[in-house]
């Protein structure tokens, strides 16, 4: 009797996003769920947080496997804290392990960002100095995750409301870095980028213009809070609880028309609507993905 062997995990190579086009999606929420498999199969996809699904059955995992029939998906950790200087948590990477395996996601991501200290757990996604010992314990998070999930991750950009004294290297080279060093994509919330450079008084634009685009394999947009700080200048909130800003979109279509359709994910996980204003939502991403193809840039330029 022949004994199947069991690859070797430590020398399969690293399986890379899914290519899904230059499509539009919307994070997925459960109360949208009968309005969205009534439509039937339709343009785009879905985006969930990982952490919302590590339980092994029940009404959450029904719900996404109907979605993942007629949808890709795209895979979003909240909670691995990569920017820690602690160790990744086994037994939450075990679980995101499982869930990427489960569903095959087009896109799998997590956020330049930390929150757990010891035993203790921040529901936020808090920042980090960037300098070379973080750079070397980001890389170094990032290759445990790849290895163990045997994929290419994306990793976003944060939004941030302080920055840190000691940071040597400015963001857009930290992350570029990262990803020269590890080999991960990236995911550009261009919220966050607005919302950093309002917080902090730098040109957005000057930062995208630095922004390692190559690398980019989806593209984040949501809502913002206006609240003013204790001096009463104004202070955004990344929020997700709201609209696109018209200064975002703006922000959006230069980069398309600079980088090309990239997969776009409209965020809102506050204050939820109805499913058709999200779907609106998604449809002024699309159109501008549509806008900035490459058929219709060179239809453009033949018209001219």
């Known amino acids: 009797m022949t004994t199947a062997i069991e690859p070797d995990a430590s020398v399969m190579p690293l399986r890379y996003s899914v290519p899904i086009g230059g499509v539009a999606g919307t994070s997925f929420k459960p109360e949208h769920l009968q309005a969205i498999l009534s439509a039937g199969r339709q343009r785009g996809f879905f985006e969930v947080h990982a952490e919302n699904y590590m339980g092994a059955g029940g009404p959450p995992h029904r719900a996404l496997e109907a979605i993942r029939r007629d949808h890709p998906l ?11 200087p602690q160790p990744l948590d086994k037994a939450h990477l075990a679980r995101f392990r499982g869930l990427v395996a489960r569903y ?24 980090l100095p960037y300098t070379d010992a973080t750079l070397h314990h ?33 963001e857009t080279d930290f992350i570029r870095s990262v990803a020269e060093r590890t080999g991960c994509g990236l995911l550009l919330d ?18 995208l213009a630095d922004f390692p685009m190559s690398r980019v394999g989806e593209i984040h947009l949501a809502g913002h ?3 003013a700080d204790d001096d009463g200048d104004l202070l955004l909130i990344d929020s997700h609880d709201g609209p696109v800003a018209d200064a975002v979109w703006r922000l959006y279509e230069i980069v398309i028309r600079r980088c090309g359709p990239v997969p776009t994910l409209i965020e809102w996980d506050s204050k939820i609507p109805d499913w058709p204003i999200l779907q609106a939502e998604a449809a002024a991403a699309q159109a501008i993905l549509d806008r900035c193809s490459p058929a219709t840039l060179t239809g453009d330029r033949h018209a001219a």
Do not use: K
């Open 138 to 170: 980001v890389c170094d998070h990032i290759d445990q995750m790849q290895e163990a999930i045997r994929r290419t991750i994306l990793l976003e950009n944060p939004s941030t409301y302080l920055a840190f004294a000691e940071s040597t290297i400015s």
């Open 104 to 127: 095959q996601p087009a896109l799998v991501s997590e956020h330049l960002a930390w929150s757990t200290h010891e035993t203790r757990f921040f529901n936020d996604l808090l920042p």
């Open 74 to 84: 795209s895979l979003h950790g909240v909670c691995m804290s990569i920017g820690g």
């Open 225 to 227: 809070a206006e609240q």
């Open 190 to 207: 261009i919220n966050n980028v607005f919302v950093s450079a309002t917080n902090h008084g730098f040109s957005a634009l000057e930062y």
